[in-house]
C-alpha cells in the first residue's frame, strides 16, 4: 500500500522533532529537610515522576551546593525508581541546599536508531541543611547531687549543651525564678526554717551523724532552683525510712514539722508540674 504523498512527509518531520518537543519531563519534589542533620553524612529523598511514554534513559541528577565552602558537586543515578541517595563526606557546620531534576531520552528516528539529548526537569525547590557532627555534652545529677540516698524515689537532673554550627549554643528551656512562684518559695522557706531547728538539736545533742545529713538543708532549701527542689526535698523525706530513722534521734517537736514542711513543699512542686 502507498501512502499519500503528505502523510509520508508528515511522519519523516515527525521523526526529526527533537525529544523536547514531544515530551515534558515532570518536576521531583524533594522530602523536606530538618534544621539540622546529624552526622557527617545525609540522606536525600524525592517523590519518583510519571515519565513521558514511550522515553528511554531515565533518571535523575541531585545536585548539592556546599553554601559555607561555595561548591557544588552532582550525583546522576541512570535509574528511574530511585528516589533517595546517601550524600557522604559533609563538613560539620556547614550548610548544604540539595535540588533534584529528572530527565529521560526519546528516539529522534522512527526506528529508534538516533537519540535526542536527554530532556531534563526543571530543578525541585531547593532543601537545605546544616551538618552537625558534634555530640552535646551535659552532667547528670541524682537528688541535689546527693552522696547516698535513704529512699525509694530519687530526682535525677539533668543539664546539656550542643555547640551548634557558627557557635550557636542550645540551652535548656529557661525555668521561672522562684520569686516567680511565691507559693513555691515560701513552703522552700519554710522547710529551710524548720530543718535549721532540726540542725541545732543534732548539734546540741552531739548526734554527728545527723549534724552532717541535716546542716546542707537550710541553705539547699533556701537558695535552690525550682528544678532541684524536688530531689533535695526527696532526699530530705528519705531520713524518716522504717528503719534508722531520724526519729529515733530527734525528739518530735524537731522532727515532725520537718517533715510536714517537706511534705507541703513536694505537694505544691506536684501542683507545679500539673499545671505545667
Not at 135 to 151: E, K, R
Not at 152 to 176: F, H, K
Amino acid at each position: 500500500m502507498t501512502l499519500p504523498r503528505w502523510t509520508a512527509v508528515l511522519a519523516l518531520a515527525l521523526a526529526a522533532v527533537p525529544a523536547s518537543a514531544l515530551a515534558t519531563v515532570s518536576s521531583p519534589v524533594l522530602t523536606p529537610e530538618p534544621r539540622f542533620t546529624q552526622g557527617t553524612q545525609n540522606t536525600i529523598r524525592w517523590n519518583r515522576v510519571a515519565f513521558p511514554t514511550g522515553s528511554i534513559g531515565r533518571g535523575y541528577v541531585l545536585r548539592v551546593r556546599d553554601v559555607t565552602a561555595g561548591s557544588t558537586t552532582s550525583t546522576t543515578l541512570a535509574d528511574e525508581a530511585a528516589s533517595a541517595v546517601v550524600v557522604p563526606n559533609l563538613v560539620d557546620a556547614h550548610t548544604y541546599r540539595y535540588t533534584v531534576q529528572a530527565f529521560a531520552q526519546e528516539c529522534t528516528t522512527i526506528s529508534c536508531t538516533a537519540f535526542a539529548a536527554r530532556t531534563f526537569s526543571a530543578a525541585s525547590a531547593p532543601q537545605a541543611s546544616v551538618q552537625d557532627a558534634r555530640p552535646p555534652v551535659g552532667t547528670l545529677a541524682i537528688d541535689g547531687g546527693a552522696t547516698f540516698v535513704n529512699g525509694l524515689d530519687v530526682t535525677m537532673n539533668i543539664s546539656a549543651s550542643d555547640p551548634q554550627p557558627g557557635g550557636e549554643v542550645v540551652r535548656p528551656p529557661a525555668q521561672p525564678a522562684r520569686h516567680e512562684r511565691p507559693a513555691l518559695d515560701e513552703a522552700a522557706l519554710a522547710a529551710a526554717r524548720a530543718a535549721e531547728k532540726a540542725v541545732a538539736g543534732a548539734r546540741e545533742r552531739g548526734l554527728s551523724r545527723w549534724q552532717e545529713f541535716l546542716e546542707p538543708l537550710p541553705e539547699l532549701l533556701r537558695d535552690a532552683s525550682l528544678q532541684d527542689l524536688r530531689g533535695i526535698a526527696l532526699r530530705a523525706r528519705g531520713a524518716y525510712g522504717p528503719k534508722d530513722s531520724i526519729r529515733d534521734a530527734l525528739p518530735a517537736s524537731l522532727t515532725e514539722p520537718l517533715l510536714a514542711s517537706l511534705d507541703r513543699l513536694l505537694k505544691a512542686l506536684a501542683r507545679e508540674a500539673s499545671n505545667g
